[in-house]
């Protein structure tokens, strides 16, 4: 609910604070008095553009709107999104300079009006003379007559989603095919190409190693075997290290323990010795020349080389492009059985969305009839029993995830008349009661967390007017109503009474006590000289009104 609206040199209002409780808050006051700027205040505050302008004098001007919406109220959620704080009040203020630039914000947090817009959207709705964008935008109705009808949406948006899925994975496979298809020829002549030649990760650094090894295989020879030489010769280093061994093995059992340490570190560096001339014994014989494993790790290093330029990628990511082409070659044998399956995915999830979309659209053709049937009831005693207004199901090229149909509201005014859109309504007053059948008929499924009726009772008077008054106090059950009127049998339904004056180039608003009521309403009936007959029907009307609505509905 709106509990409360702050408004600061906003046109003729200086200073105005109101404090607004649950149910049905009625704004009354002579024509001119300033009702249409507290609502344009108000729509300035939730994001409206609306006719609000700075007081002449004053530098700025603000309008504050405090609400208290249930713990899952859609607005919440946003606010959750938007990652600010969503619980407690939501505050929604809009400060406006002289030169028309505002700002906006939320929780005292700066916003863009966009979001405030939003929020706005959300927590109010305002059905009057020109302001009606709940039920004027086409949007909403679909999701109106589902919480109409309590509908579920969805195990139609999860087989919706499903047959998203396997058309996605159709289209894949085709492209793919598609794209093998145009390419089949290169993708098979590069698939054998590359499995026959056999690519190795790390494959051109040992090639390039042993060519370069095998290039001077002459050259290290000789020197390797040199140093074989300086091993093995007669002075050499084995042979040398041999003798000294041997020596110290003449030695007496006395002197041995003494050479023991340098006889094992002796026996050792033979060891090592003899181990680096085997090693170079070895290398020698892999290093004697031949012509013909050069010309061969040439030849290949430089295919090798030649293959990795032809398909633009390093000589290392040959193996993996080898693989690549394996599987795209597969791809052109095996696709068609793929699509096959993706074909048949599509059918079946197609098959089980329309199944449930169906029932979703029978149930929905059911309710659209019961609430034709309950906005007719609310028609005739408004004054519109002429009228006439359908739930039109209209299908949709394409099923979505809210469906197979989109759902229009439409009115015929005039008897006999084809069914139109609601911006057909041309009278304010009518629009404003049409707004209030529907409203009272979607109440109980769609309550926001306020409701604003701008003279919805204007034009009528008598019983029309009471009928007006019945149904806001009925709607005013289940939400927060706000209404401007100049009826009194309206205004002695309301929970709160505001009354609105004006004096020069000021405006003031009071909130009045029980004894100002009824002064009120008797001035309402009886125009400014209020007697003592308009004051006695005003508490008559004040008394039938405090009544419960199903006694009332009873009496009429």
Do not use: C, W
Request: glycine letters at 8%; proline letters at 3%; charged letters at 25%.
């Amino acid at each position: 609910m709106l509990s409360a609206l702050t408004i600061r040199d906003i046109v003729l209002i200086e200073q105005a604070a109101l404090e607004f409780a649950p149910g049905l808050n009625v704004l009354t006051g002579e024509t001119g008095a300033g009702k249409s700027i507290l609502l344009d205040s108000l729509g300035l505050a939730v994001g409206g553009r609306g006719r609000a302008t700075v007081r002449a004098g004053a530098g700025h001007g603000a309008a504050t709107a405090v609400f208290e919406p249930p713990s899952r109220h859609p607005a919440r959620a946003l606010l959750a999104a938007q990652e600010m704080e969503a619980e407690g009040e939501i505050v929604l203020r809009r400060s406006l300079a002289a030169d028309g630039k505002s700002r906006a914000f939320v929780n005292d947090q700066a916003v863009g009006v966009g979001l405030l817009k939003d929020l706005g959207n959300l927590l109010l709705e305002v059905h009057g003379q020109q302001d009606d964008r709940g039920l004027f935008d086409t949007a909403t109705h679909r999701a109106l007559l589902d919480d109409f009808g309590g509908l579920n949406t969805k195990k139609v948006a999860e087989a919706h989603a499903a047959l998203n899925s396997a058309k996605t994975r159709l289209k894949e496979l085709q492209g793919l095919a598609a794209r093998a298809a145009a390419e089949a020829d290169f993708v098979r002549a590069a698939a054998r190409e590359l499995s026959e030649f056999a690519p190795q990760v790390g494959e051109e650094e040992k090639l390039a190693t042993t060519r370069a090894l095998m290039m001077n295989a002459s050259r290290l020879a000789e020197e390797i075997s040199a140093a074989s030489d300086a091993l093995s010769a007669d002075r050499g280093a084995e042979t040398q290290l041999a003798l000294a061994l041997k020596k110290l093995s003449r030695l007496t059992a006395e002197a041995r323990p003494l050479t023991a340490a340098a006889e094992a570190a002796l026996s050792e560096a033979y060891a090592l010795a003899e181990e680096a001339r085997r090693e170079l014994d070895s290398l020698l014989t892999r290093l004697e020349t031949d012509t013909g494993a050069l010309e061969k790790a040439e030849e290949r290093l430089f295919a090798l080389r030649v293959l990795a330029r032809k398909y633009a990628v390093a000589t290392d990511a040959l193996p993996a492009l080898a693989e690549e082409y394996r599987a795209k070659e597969e791809a052109l044998v095996s696709g068609g059985d793929q699509i096959k399956k993706a074909q048949a995915a599509v059918g079946a999830t197609q098959a089980a969305y329309d199944a449930v979309a169906g029932a979703l659209s029978k149930t929905r053709a059911t309710a659209a009839k019961k609430l034709e049937a309950a906005v007719a009831a609310e028609l005739a005693p408004l004054k519109l029993g002429h009228a006439r207004f359908r739930a039109t199901l209209e299908p949709l090229a394409e099923g979505g995830p809210d469906g197979a149909e989109r759902v229009l509201f439409e009115i015929a005014t005039v008897e006999g008349a084809p069914f139109g859109s609601l911006s057909r309504i041309a009278s304010g007053g009518e629009l404003a009661r049409f707004s209030l059948a529907l409203k009272v008929a979607l109440a109980e499924a769609s309550a926001p967390a306020a409701m604003v009726f701008d003279e919805v009772d204007r034009g009528v008077g008598g019983a029309v007017a009471d009928a007006v008054g019945e149904r806001l106090q009925r709607l005013a059950e289940t939400t927060q109503v706000l209404l401007v009127t100049h009826s009194p049998q309206v205004a002695a339904r309301a929970g709160r009474h505001f009354r609105i004056t004006r004096t020069k180039d000021k405006t003031r608003i009071q909130l009045l006590d029980d004894d100002e009521r009824l002064e009120e309403i008797a001035r309402m009936l009886s125009g400014a000289a209020v007697t003592d007959e308009a004051r006695a029907a005003a508490r008559r009307l004040v008394a039938e009104a405090a009544m419960p609505v199903k006694k009332q509905r009873k009496r009429a």
